[in-house]
């Protein structure tokens, strides 16, 4: 049986405030998984739809609009077949690409963490930050329950 590893994608503009939410747990993450891939990209194009396929599982992190600063979400991504106008992806939209071109979609979630401070320049804002240590945990909490539940192994 292959074993898969799994895939963590932070997507995001660090040089955006608190769009740069998944970066900033990207970062985090190799010490805190080590056996997991990680990428950390400003979004999500349809070039690293190779990266999902392969994945046993598939964490997407991002900054959203319209929630409160610093509070997070985890979802389950399902595919799409939407269309993109621009070359800027959806992880639901990236997720049905992989299944239209290599007939394999594995188990997709997605972390967000609620921002609201998007001007130009580096840095997160005092919510957001304070919400990457929380986010890497629900992360590996997700990883770890996926893992759980098709009985693959670390």
């Known amino acids: 049986m292959t074993r898969h590893k ?40 349809p070039e690293i739809a190779d990266a999902v396929a392969r994945a046993g599982v598939v964490v997407f ?5 319209g929630r409160t600063p610093g509070e997070l979400r ?12 621009g070359h800027a992806l959806t992880p639901e939209a990236l997720m049905g690409l992989c299944q239209a071109l290599y007939d394999r ?19 997160l804002s005092e919510a957001v930050s304070a919400a990457v240590p929380t986010a890497v945990g629900t992360i590996a909490d997700v990883l770890s329950a996926s893992r759980n539940r098709t009985g693959r192994q670390t």
Do not use: K, Y
């Open 105 to 123: 979609c594995p188990p997709a979630f997605l972390v967000s963490i609620g921002a609201d401070d998007f001007g130009v320049g580096p840095g």
């Open 6 to 45: 799994d895939l963590v994608i932070g997507f995001g503009n660090p040089l955006r405030r608190d769009d740069g939410a998944g970066a900033a747990v990207a970062a985090c993450l190799p010490t805190r998984l080590p056996d997991a891939q990680v990428l950390s990209v400003p979004q999500l194009v």
């Open 61 to 65: 992190v991002d900054a959203e609009v």
């Open 74 to 85: 985890s979802r389950r991504v399902w595919p799409s077949r939407a269309q993109s106008l």
